[in-house]
């Protein structure tokens, strides 16, 4: 069995390294504790809590709430000093007396807790989509036949060269989580199998069969999204729109997903269920985690569910809405493990995009209007709320608020070079943007782009710093990877 390492023998290492140096610590990863381990021969053991509860007075000091996993799967929960170019990532730990420094390329990810609000949107709130994959919410200032203008409240007014602009996709609603998570045990509720179910390190985690469930405040328009991880077989129940957070057979929908199939139900606390369909989805024979993403149409009726980012079916329900309530309910039907976490609700504009499917190369520029009529043509121009568009036809004025989504010609398309230095950022509220980082003082970052060049950020508008993504991307990660120490360990 894989030895586990315990974060706290750090301190081991702060006290034996104090005689011989001041200041930071240099860690490679943490194979200076496993050697330490080997020196001092001693290796701390904490016993498995009683019935696969969480263990008392484990909660994490809200000062050191950050958590770095490292490329090798050691996580380290602490505080986030700053980044440096030259000297590297500066980490606080209690269980250490120095500050320990992480080389960049040992890093796979830092998650931050969320620290601000999302900003109310404007008229005019759009998503750019880049050509690399980046995706970055602002209000859109103009367009002209070189450069994209976007004016953001986390980094100012950023310029991007039209040539890698994919996409403008206008924002309504809202941006913020209505819902983020999970934080903790005590929000969920279960009637008779909680014992089977465990917080750990943001994560709910199942050893066995049974549900766990909460009232997220399911939006009319909702999309809800997290990542799911398995280990053995799958058998996965997501209930939606529940008014009973306790039960399966309550007022809402059941979708349950297996290894080559994918169901949906309408459920009915009198009057039992109803099968809306079923959908073949043989790719979760060769999968161990998989991000899920369910979109929501109240008033329409209908469900959509993309897993990792692409369309595997939208039902439509032919009768009155079936959902009473406004809660989740998570279930496993197997003793395997199962995980979830990056739990998120948001309100859903409408819109559908998948990610990876592969595009047609045009040399027109695709608009949507909101009513969902399309134009082909080309983009001459947008300033002050009206965007000027020609076609074979004539040249049209339109407003803004009147186009959903405008996807600009791939054919002059170009995407910016990868650079080994390029960090992923997640936002804390929408989008996803690819920087080079000179400077993360916890205030702000200072950074450049070969998208739109050097800008400064709030570093509140992160919640996800992804290190060596190239790397990852192409690194295969087995089960044991998806159960190990990122977000916490899960017992064997």
Not at 287 to 310: F, M, P, Q, Y
Not at 354 to 381: C, F, Y
């Amino acid at each position: 069995m894989k030895r586990v390492v315990r974060w706290w023998m750090l301190a081991v290492a702060g006290f034996a390294m104090a005689a011989a140096a001041h200041g930071a610590i240099v860690l490679e990863g943490l194979k200076a504790v496993q050697q330490l381990e080997s020196l001092t021969g001693v290796r701390p053991v904490t016993p498995k809590p009683a019935n696969n509860e969480p263990e008392q007075g484990q909660a994490v000091d809200p000062a050191y709430s950050d958590v770095i996993r490292l490329m090798n799967g050691d996580t380290l929960h602490g505080n986030l000093l700053g980044i440096d170019g030259q000297r590297g990532i500066r980490w606080r730990t209690p269980d250490a007396q120095g500050e320990i420094v992480f080389k960049p390329e040992r890093v796979a990810r830092i998650v931050l807790p969320a620290k601000s609000t999302p900003a109310p949107l404007s008229s005019n709130s759009c998503l750019v989509a880049l050509s690399n994959g980046d995706e970055l919410v602002g209000a859109i200032v103009s367009v002209d036949s070189e450069r994209v203008m976007l004016e953001t409240d986390y980094a100012g007014m950023l310029a991007f060269p039209r040539k890698r602009v994919a996409a403008l996709r206008m924002v309504r609603g809202t941006t913020g989580a209505i819902y983020e998570g999970p934080t903790g045990m005590g929000e969920w509720r279960s009637r008779n199998s909680r014992n089977n179910w465990r917080y750990q390190d943001n994560c709910l985690v199942a050893t066995g069969n049974g549900s766990i469930g909460r009232d997220v405040k399911l939006p009319p328009m909702a999309r809800l999204e997290f990542d799911l991880s398995w280990r053995g077989q799958l058998q996965f129940l997501l209930g939606l729109y529940t008014d009973s957070t306790e039960e399966y057979a309550s007022n809402s929908y059941l979708l349950q997903m297996q290894p080559g199939y994918i169901y949906l139900q309408r459920m009915r606390r009198n009057g039992g269920s109803s099968h809306m369909g079923q959908a073949e989805y043989p790719g979760l024979h060769q999968k161990s985690k998989v991000h899920v993403e369910v979109l929501v149409n109240k008033e329409a009726r209908t469900i959509a569910l993309l897993l990792d980012g692409s369309m595997v079916k939208q039902w439509k329900d032919n009768l009155d809405w079936g959902g009473s309530g406004t809660g989740i309910i998570f279930g496993n039907q197997n003793i395997g493990l199962l995980r979830i976490s990056n739990i998120r609700v948001t309100e859903w504009d409408g819109t559908i995009q998948e990610q990876g499917a592969p595009q047609a190369k045009t040399q027109r520029d695709v608009l949507e209007l909101t009513n969902k009529d399309k134009i082909s043509g080309n983009l001459e121009s947008m300033k002050n709320g009206v965007l000027v568009f020609a076609t074979a036809f004539a040249k049209m004025e339109i407003p803004v608020d009147r186009m959903q989504t405008l996807e600009f010609a791939s054919e002059p398309l170009e995407t910016a070079p990868q650079t080994p230095a390029d960090v992923r950022l997640i936002f804390a509220d929408r989008g996803v943007v690819t920087l080079t980082i000179e400077r993360w003082d916890g205030l702000q970052l200072a950074a450049k782009s070969s998208n739109f060049g050097d800008a400064r950020f709030k570093t509140t508008a992160f919640r996800q710093l992804y290190f060596n993504w190239e790397q990852q991307k192409q690194e295969a990660k087995g089960p044991n990877m998806m159960f190990g120490s990122d977000d916490g360990e899960v017992p064997e």
